[in-house]
């Protein structure tokens, strides 16, 4: 009995451990994407031709 219990924590710390780092991964992939698309914004937006104001 004892066995099992330590057997069931050990499996629940490695699955919440699993699922925290899929979290963390998915995550940070949406941060990069984010990241990227904004860049790629300000990059068209300070390329696009606007007219002079004088």
């Known amino acids: 009995m004892y ?3 330590i057997g ?3 499996t629940g710390a490695g699955g ?3 699922a925290a780092t899929g979290l963390w991964m998915n995550s ?3 941060m990069v994407a984010a ?3 904004v860049a790629a914004g300000i ?7 606007r007219p002079r104001r004088r």
Not at 43 to 49: I, Q, Y
Request: charged share 10%.
């Open 35 to 37: 990241t990227t698309l």
């Open 8 to 10: 069931v924590g050990t």
């Open 43 to 49: 990059a068209v937006f300070k390329l696009a031709p």
């Open 28 to 30: 940070m992939a949406m």
């Open 16 to 18: 919440a451990t699993l």
């Open 3 to 5: 066995g099992r219990v």
